[in-house]
């Protein structure tokens, strides 16, 4: 049985910085997609970075870039989200997904992609 389990979330003011981690179990670890995936109050769920667990490619959306870093440890089935230099427009509850289709994956931004996902950690920040 697939299992997400993410934790790390909290409440910061603006500048701050949290890492956000994903414990994943059930399936083969490496080779897949890893993505880091939030949702704010009234909006759509939208993609932050992902990850490819066998070779580390990663992407990231461009509201993020230079400020988020998606990394894994392979040895704990982990991925980590760090966030530094917090806006409060970051606020929203994050998700942690994977991609594990058959025959590999791309690394994107895909919601429609990533069939398994945890149930979320909340970040709140404030100005």
């Known amino acids: 049985q697939v299992q997400l389990v993410e934790s790390g979330g909290g409440s910061v003011q603006a500048g701050g910085s949290l890492r956000l981690s994903c414990a994943s179990s059930?399936?083969?670890?490496?080779?897949?997609?890893m993505g880091w995936f939030r949702q704010a109050p009234g909006k759509e769920r939208e993609g932050v970075a992902a990850?490819?667990?066998?070779?580390?490619?990663?992407v990231y959306a461009d509201s993020v870039k230079g400020r988020f870093t998606i990394s894994q440890d392979n040895a704990k089935n982990t991925v980590y989200l760090q966030m530094n230099s917090l806006k409060p427009e970051d606020t929203a509850m994050y998700y942690c997904?994977?991609?594990?289709?058959?025959?590999?994956?791309?690394?994107?931004?895909?919601?429609?992609?990533?069939?398994?996902w945890g149930q979320g950690t909340q970040v709140t920040v404030s100005s």
């Open positions: 990850i490819y667990t066998g070779g580390g490619g990663t």
């Open positions: 997904a994977a991609d594990l289709r058959h025959g590999g994956c791309i690394v994107a931004l895909r919601e429609k992609d990533f069939g398994y």
């Open positions: 059930g399936y083969t670890y490496n080779g897949n997609c």
